[in-house]
């Protein structure tokens, strides 16, 4: 028995060994590392699933090489939880030795890392966050989602020219939502109209119900939301419960809370409702009905305006790194990446050189049936739009 | 160690545990630089179970808002840190100095009533503090959590680096030491007189244990010790947020002692580092549905009882040792 068991072991230890020796090449320098912070669980995980889902999808459709380098996509789940963030990015950079970070459902997630990005010299592409001031934080910042005040402004001129006089905002209470609630102030009160009043809602555990009574009694045209993407089937559920949409006030707000993912769930209630945004399933180009057709396939769900900022991300990442040749040098990186422009299902899409932001058309939709399904469909567009803080500065 | 003890079988090597996790825990510095980040907070979990136990396992406190003084400790230590000196150990005494004065503000809450209103009134107070932490956005950072938390050097000579190795040391070090110091506690007379109010609060009365001022006494010892495992995550991530004070963490906390068990300090421990370790390795392997299975493993283990599975997974262990001394393995 004991010489089996020498045996034994020494097979075991023999194919470990071989195992290591396997497991070497893999880690050399033909590979590039790209991790992917994401909350795949928790109230967000809609925007996980959504980004994950078109990150893999961009893979499969552009093959997993690049400039002579094989791309590998780590995926990590931070459940929306900032330090959770930070520790994954950390060891992503330390351990897995990553060329870049990507994903950041959240601003805050977006935030807590970018010291990291910095110190590491790694770039950070912001898929998700909104907030204007993340690209500030970092040189090595860049994003391909939107920001809150690119995406706000043109609802709100558009309201105040389209009979809306007094509104009332009611936006999530962290740092997208009042950019959004401070640039439509701003524009909505410049073009004439009024602010009855602006509510801030909890990021946690949203209850709108008594906010949404405040609305109602201030009687306004109409509310100016925005909610995460994913919160919007509750904003909606209760908007309905309380009878707003029966005492005419009618909703606005950047597309967040029409999220394609959702909407379609929302009911009749949501018909009417007038966005502005960067995305839409049901922008009529070539290129997104195959991206959207190519992404239920794949994933099961109706892509939304979080997956092409995924996908986009990995275009960008696939771009910088041909246009340096394969060369995985952070600052090299990124400013290949500065002044990039390409077609995104969304439209044409740039980055703009001095700010790392996107530049791209917003359009003003109106969710109509089509078909069986509710669906954003685009009336305006307003081409190659800047976020308008930024410009100012 | 004499007095009530539960029957676990690792409480019976306790006088040796000390020198088994500080041994471990020189091992794992040399061994898996890899891991800092995920040890690091493996060692702040692991306090911070400990100071749950102080009150859980020796005084028979129940409480489901603990969070509220981890995550006192962790804005006062990114606060002072931002604000006033970068020094560490500073930041540590003032967050355990805000956090114990907390825990005596609401002792008053816990010496009356069931366990029942216990656990509503702690997790009250967590609630109220994860409110006021939002509400203060000017403060705290509201949900967008607090930035630019810098971080002098340890003693002036180690900078926190990208490998998260000072921060484990940093954690380490504090966590030995503490548990070092809550030995000590809970085996004086103090401790003593904590196990009695525990296990007959009417007889520990009588027999003249000033019970309300020892459970007081306890409760804000445990908060500050909570308080102190907060400045360490703090100080380590430099950065605050309102996760720090959510439901989850006072929750998880309880998770760990359930898997590590209570009434023994190192039970805290190795939860942590078995919870810590499932946590990472399954978020790793799935990321969407690891929840699934950490779930289903207390569901194991709690049916199942700890006692039975660990001396499951020690049995082979037993009988490599035996084989190590030259005796034959059990009969094929």
Redesign the interface.
Same mark, same amino acid.
């Given at each position: 028995?004991n010489k089996r068991t020498l045996l034994k072991s020494m097979t075991a230890l023999s194919a470990g060994a071989l195992l290591a020796g396997a497991m070497l090449p893999a880690a050399a320098q033909d590979t590039v590392k790209i991790g992917l912070i994401?909350p795949?669980?928790g109230p967000f +995980?809609s925007t996980?699933?959504q980004i994950d889902g078109a990150a893999r999808l961009y893979m499969q459709q552009n093959g997993a090489t690049v400039a002579g380098k094989k791309i590998e996509l780590i995926?990590?789940?931070d459940a929306g939880?900032?330090?959770?963030t930070?520790?994954l990015a950390?060891?992503l950079?330390?351990?897995d030795k990553v060329t870049f970070l990507a994903g950041f459902g959240l601003?805050?997630l977006a935030?807590?890392t970018a010291?990291?990005a910095t110190?590491?010299k790694v770039p950070m592409i912001v898929m998700a966050a909104g907030?204007s001031i993340i690209t500030d934080?970092s040189p090595f910042i860049v994003r391909t989602g939107f920001t809150l005040p690119q995406t706000t402004y043109p609802i709100a001129d558009w309201a105040a020219k389209n009979n809306i006089k007094k509104a009332v905002t009611l936006v999530s209470?962290? +740092?997208p939502g009042v950019d959004a609630e401070t640039v439509f102030k701003s524009r909505f009160t410049a073009a004439g109209g009024q602010v009855l009043a602006e509510l801030r809602v909890?990021?946690?555990n949203p209850d709108f119900a008594p906010f949404l009574q405040r609305v109602r009694d201030a009687s306004p045209d109409a509310v100016f939301v925005f909610v995460p993407s994913g919160v919007g089937s509750i904003f909606m559920k209760q908007f309905a419960e309380r009878g707003l949409d029966k005492a005419g006030i009618k909703i606005i707000g950047p597309g967040d809370v029409t999220d394609d993912d959702i909407l379609n769930d929302m009911g009749d209630v949501a018909l009417g409702v007038v966005t502005s945004h960067h995305y839409s399933a049901a922008h009529p180009s070539a290129m997104n009905k195959a991206y959207v057709e190519a992404f239920r396939k794949m994933n099961n769900i109706r892509p939304n305006f979080m997956s092409v900022g995924g996908y986009d991300g990995m275009a960008l990442i696939y771009k910088a790194l041909a246009a340096t040749k394969g060369d995985t040098n952070g600052e090299k990186l990124v400013a290949a990446m500065k002044g990039l422009s390409w077609e995104s299902p969304r439209g044409p899409l740039t980055i703009d050189a001095q700010f790392r932001e996107p530049v791209q058309n917003m359009y003003i939709r109106k969710v109509e049936k089509v078909g069986n399904e509710l669906h954003n469909v685009e009336f305006e567009t307003l081409t190659a739009v800047k976020d308008p803080t930024k410009v100012a500065k | 160690m004499s007095g009530p003890q539960p029957a676990f079988p690792l409480a019976r090597v306790s006088r040796r545990a000390e020198w088994i996790i500080l041994a471990v825990a020189l091992v794992s510095v040399l061994l898996l630089p890899?891991y800092?980040?995920?040890m690091n907070?493996m060692a702040i979990i692991a306090l911070f179970a400990v100071s749950l136990d102080l009150i859980l396992g020796y005084a028979g406190i129940v409480s489901l808002g603990h969070a509220a003084f981890f995550g006192l400790g962790v804005y006062t230590a990114a606060l002072f840190a931002k604000h006033v000196h970068g020094d560490p150990f500073l930041g540590l005494v003032i967050a355990a100095i805000a956090a114990a004065l907390l825990g005596l503000a609401t002792a008053v809450l816990i010496l009356r009533g069931t366990d029942l209103t216990r656990l509503m009134v702690t997790l009250g107070v967590a609630l109220i503090l994860l409110e006021l932490a939002?509400k203060l956005?000017w403060l705290t950072g509201?949900?967008?959590?607090l930035?630019g938390v810098v971080m002098a050097p340890v003693l002036g000579l180690f900078t926190f680096d990208?490998?998260?190795r000072t921060a484990y040391l940093y954690s380490l070090t504090i966590l030995l030491l503490m548990l070092f110091l809550a030995r000590r506690l809970v085996a004086s007379p103090f401790g003593m007189s904590l196990q009695a109010i525990r296990d007959n609060r009417l007889r520990a009365e009588a027999i003249g244990i000033p019970v309300n001022a020892r459970l007081a006494a306890i409760y804000t010892i445990s908060a500050g010790v909570a308080g102190i495992a907060g400045g360490l995550?703090a100080q380590t991530?430099?950065?605050a947020?309102?996760?720090?004070l959510d439901f989850q963490r006072s929750a998880d906390i309880l998770l760990v002692l359930v898997i590590g068990g209570t009434g023994y300090l190192f039970g805290g421990v190795i939860g942590a580092v078995i919870f810590t370790a499932m946590h990472h390795w399954l978020?790793?392997v799935t990321?969407?549905y690891?929840?699934f299975w950490i779930g289903l493993m207390l569901v194991v283990i709690v049916l199942a009882g700890r006692e039975r599975l660990v001396r499951a997974i020690l049995s082979p262990f037993t009988w490599l040792l035996g084989l190590a001394r030259g005796r034959s393995g059990p009969a094929?």
């Open positions: 028995m994401l795949m669980t +995980a996980g699933r995926l990590k789940d939880a900032p330090d959770t930070k520790r950390q060891e950079i330390v351990n601003t805050p935030l807590a010291p990291l110190e590491g907030t934080r209470d962290f +740092a909890p990021l946690r | 890899r800092y980040p995920v907070q939002n956005d509201g949900a967008d959590g930035q990208m490998a998260g995550l991530t430099s950065f947020s309102l996760d720090a978020s790793a990321p969407q690891w929840q094929k």
